[in-house]
Antibody, heavy 115, light 112 residues
Framework: QVQLQESGPGLVKPSGTLSLTCTVSGASISSSYWWSWVRQPPGKGLEWIGEIFRSGSTNYNPSLKSRVTISIDTSKNQFSLKLNSVTAADTAIYYC????????WGQGTLVTVSS | DIVMTQSPDSLAVSLGERATINCKSSQTVLDSLNKDYVAWYQQKPGQPPKLLIYWASTRESGVPDRFSGSGSGTDFILTISSLQAEDVAVYYCHQYYSIPWTFGQGTKVEIK
């Protein structure tokens, strides 16, 4: 059974860097899937942040591209998100997701940007 | 960016009745191999979205057959043929045809 689990700080200061890791179990991150991050501000809709392939190739949402880095560690079966220069507008539940038709989702982790 | 617009924003349907959600894309999401790059998700409070339908009409494994997807090109529909109490949720359409992948704003389904 494929499972994804997000981990990382739940509170980040404004202008700081949000860092999250997604640990994948039940599937190899080296398989032929793209692995994405999606976020959802509390009570609002879904926004795709970006994706990474096993090769390290990435695609980002242009609205966030200047602030986002997604990386992959195949030895740990993990991929990670870094979002810098955060503001309150980046407060959201962050999900890691498998595939472009997002078939498996992590439970999500709430990240609050506040001083 | 491709904009996905859902209608209605919310609907209330009696148990056992049909619920229909529309999703319109701002440009085609149909490729040359005749595949529509649209998925539908169900999200219940406090849970992540759950994939229901992909390629516009292919039901994900384990999803009840009362859920069906249809449409092509720019117009898509999610139908719940006989609404059950456990179907109360927000439903999202999603296009994965052109980066950035985008979602509809969501449709809240309630029991009348």
């Amino acid at each position: 059974q494929v499972q994804l689990q997000e981990s990382g700080p739940g509170l980040v200061k404004p202008s700081g860097t949000l860092s999250l890791t997604c640990t994948v179990s039940g599937a190899s991150i080296s398989s032929s899937y793209w692995w994405s991050w999606v976020r959802q501000p509390p009570g609002k809709g879904l926004e795709w942040i970006g994706e990474i392939f096993r090769s390290g190739s990435t695609n980002y949402n242009p609205s966030l591209k200047s602030r986002v880095t997604i990386s992959i560690d195949t030895s740990k079966n993990q991929f990670s998100l870094k979002l810098n220069s955060v503001t309150a507008a980046d407060t959201a539940i962050y999900y890691c997701v498998r595939d472009r038709a997002h078939d498996y989702w992590g439970q999500g982790t709430l990240v609050t940007v506040s001083s | 960016d491709i904009v996905m617009t859902q209608s209605p924003d919310s609907l209330a349907v009696s148990l056992g009745e049909r619920a229909t959600i529309n999703c319109k894309s701002s440009q085609t999401v149909l490729d040359s191999l005749n595949k529509d790059y649209v998925a539908w998700y169900q999200q219940k409070p406090g849970q992540p979205p759950k994939l229901l339908i992909y390629w516009a009409s292919t039901r994900e494994s384990g999803v009840p057959d009362r859920f069906s997807g249809s449409g092509s090109g720019t117009d898509f529909i999610l139908t719940i043929s006989s609404l059950q109490a456990e179907d109360v949720a927000v439903y999202y359409c999603h296009q994965y045809y052109s980066i950035p992948w985008t979602f509809g704003q969501g449709t809240k389904v309630e029991i009348k």
